[in-house]
C-alpha cells in the first residue's frame, strides 16, 4: 500500500514503543488547544509560549482576543458552490481575492516580515491562482518570500502566521480530501501566531468528525467572520466582493512594499476591537461539554446558517471523491503526524 509510509509500517509493527513527546514550543496555546483535543486526547502541554513571545499579528484584527484561530466564513456573502473544477484539481476564486486583502492589511502594519507568512490550500489549482495573485500584488522580494503551498508540501515547517484556502464550496457537501485529520491537524499545528481559514462553513460543516466540531469550537470562541464583514478586521486596505466571472483573484492595489519594522505595538488593543461577530443569538458549543467526544456529535445546524441538503446520489459522490484522493494523493506520501 502506497498510502502507508515507513514511520506507519513501523510504528505499527510493534518493533519497539513509542514516546509520544508530549511538550510543543511554537504555537500561541490558543492555536494548539483544538488540534490538542482533537487528535491528542489534550496530552500535549504548551511551554513557553504566552501572549509576550507569541504576540497577535498586527493588521488583522482578531475576533477574540482570547484566540488566535478563526474562520473567514465566504457562505455568510452568498458565495456557497463557488469551487471550480480543472482537471483533476480545484480553484475557488472566491476565497483569493479575501487572502489577498488581509495580506496587503497585515504587510502595512509590519509585525510579520512575508518570509515568516505561509499560505496553505490543498489543491494546485488554487496554489497556482493564489501564487500569480500575490505576484501581481506585491513587489519583489517580498512576493517571493511569501511562501505558497499544499498541506503535503508544508509538513514540518512553521511560519508566525498561516492563511489557508479550503477552496471545497458546493451544494452536495462533499469535502474531498480535506476530510483527512493528518492534512487538516498539519495546517492547524504550523503557526506560532495565527491561523485563518478562509472557506464555505456550509460545506465544511458536513464533515462530522473534525470540520464540524472545528467550526463548532470557534463559533464558541466568536471568532467566526462573515465575509461581508472582513472588512471590519482589516486596518487597510478596503475589501470589495469579487465578481467570480472570470476572476482570478489579485485586484487589490499594488503594494510597494512589505514594511521591515518589528513589533507590535498596539496590536493587543486591536485584537478585540470588531463588532458584529458571525455567531448566532444562543448559540451553545458541544466541543468544552464533551471532553472532546465530538466525533459523535451530531448537530443539526451549522453555525449562523441552515444546512445544505446533500444530494441523493450521495453514495456515488463518495465513491468520486474516493476516486479523487488517489489521484491527488502522491505516490510517495509522507505520514503527516
Known sequence: RLDVSLLERFVG??????????????MHPSIAYFPNLQFYDGKIQSRDVDDGNRPPVAGFRWPSQHSRVCLVDISAAGLSGSETSQ?????NAAEIDPIIAILQSVANEGSVLPSQIGVLTPYDAQKARLRKAINETFV??????????????????????????????????????????????????????????????????????????????????????????????????????????GGQGGNLPRSSSFASRQ?????HARAG????????????????????????????????QGLLELSPAKKAAEEEEEREKEREVPDDWEELL
Open 13 to 26: 509493527s510493534g518493533i519497539a514503543p513509542i514516546q509520544l513527546l508530549d511538550e510543543q514550543r511554537r
Open 87 to 91: 482537471g483533476t484539481s480545484k480553484y
Open 140 to 245: 519583489p522580494p517580498a512576493c517571493y518570500q511569501i511562501e505558497v503551498d499544499s498541506v503535503d508540501g508544508f509538513q514540518g515547517k512553521e511560519k508566525d502566521l498561516i492563511i489557508f484556502s479550503a477552496v471545497r464550496s458546493n451544494a452536495r457537501g462533499e469535502i474531498g480530501f480535506l476530510r483527512d485529520p493528518r492534512r487538516m491537524n498539519v495546517m492547524l499545528t504550523r503557526a506560532k501566531r495565527g491561523v485563518i481559514v478562509v472557506g464555505d462553513q456550509l460545506t465544511l460543516w458536513n464533515d462530522k468528525t473534525n470540520w464540524r466540531p472545528w467550526i463548532q469550537w470557534v463559533g464558541s470562541m466568536r471568532s467566526i467572520i462573515p465575509l461581508t464583514r472582513l472588512n471590519d478586521h482589516l486596518d487597510a486596505p478596503r475589501y470589495s466582493l469579487p465578481s467570480l466571472q
Open 263 to 267: 513589533g507590535s505595538a498596539g496590536a
Open 273 to 304: 476591537g470588531a463588532s458584529q461577530i458571525f455567531v448566532p443569538q444562543g448559540f451553545q458549543c458541544d466541543f468544552h461539554r464533551s471532553g472532546f467526544a465530538g466525533h459523535n456529535m451530531d448537530v443539526d445546524t451549522p453555525v449562523g
